[in-house]
């Protein structure tokens, strides 16, 4: 059965400290999205990706996060430098008509 | 600001009994919703996907929806240990990207 991919799938880094986390969706998906949970709380949207074009990224913090799928495939999400409040779970999904999205097994970061 | 409202729980019921699992949403244009559950420490993993008025049920799982009362629900029945998590109810936003609006998750517990 076809899976997201991401890696690495825990993370821990001081602050100030530069991230990055990668993510290949399911063959042939299109659409791919980064969302940020928060123990405790719902994904919350960070970017989203049509092919190698961003849809939205209304809520990514553009000051420190930055986001890019440059062939429309795998997509790479970095944050510099890295805040405490940024320890969460990262979560990369895709779909393929944009509407069933599945989840890869996360990044669980830890800012330190 | 479109939320989708859970009751955080935990929600807990005896093992073969019905678990019934609610969330309402405020965006009307919304058209479609998913159940999600997600184990302690794990990535959230679709469930089901309803996007007409009535019931849709898959397995011992049954998706309803009154999109005139803005509400959403998930009945388990034959409720198992193993169904013990958090579950998650989202709505697709109805604005042009179609982003997935998520509530804040209802921790479900099933006593042997």
């Known amino acids: 059965e076809a899976e997201v991919a991401q890696s690495p799938r825990y993370k821990i880094t001081e602050k100030s400290q530069a991230v990055a986390f990668w993510c290949d969706p399911i063959s042939g998906h299109a659409t791919l999205y980064w969302y940020r949970q928060i123990l405790g709380q719902g994904p919350e949207l960070l970017v989203q990706?049509?092919?190698?074009?961003?849809?939205?990224d209304s809520q990514l913090p553009k000051d420190r996060f930055s986001a890019e799928r440059l062939k429309g495939v795998d997509s790479t999400l970095k944050i510099q430098p890295a805040e405490l409040g940024d320890s969460a779970m990262y979560l990369c999904?895709?779909?393929?008509?944009?509407?069933?999205?599945?989840f890869g097994p996360g990044t669980r970061l830890t800012v330190t | 600001q479109k939320e989708v409202e859970q009751n955080s729980g935990p929600l807990s019921v005896p093992e073969g009994a019905i678990a019934s699992l609610n969330c309402t949403y405020s965006d009307r244009g919304s058209q479609s919703f998913f159940w999600y559950r997600q184990y302690s420490g794990k990535s959230p993993e679709l469930i089901m996907s309803?996007?007409?008025?009535g019931d849709k049920e898959d397995g011992r799982f049954t998706a309803q929806l009154n999109k005139a009362s803005q509400y959403v629900s998930l009945l388990i029945r034959d409720s198992q240990p193993s169904d013990s998590a958090t579950y998650l109810c989202?709505?697709?936003?109805?604005?042009?990207?179609?982003?997935?609006?998520f509530g804040q998750g209802t921790t479900l517990q099933v006593k042997p």
């Open positions: 309803i996007y007409s008025n």
């Open positions: 999904a895709s779909s393929s008509q944009g509407y069933e999205q599945y």
């Open positions: 990706f049509q092919d190698e074009s961003v849809v939205d």
């Open positions: 989202a709505s697709r936003d109805s604005g042009n990207t179609g982003k997935l609006i």
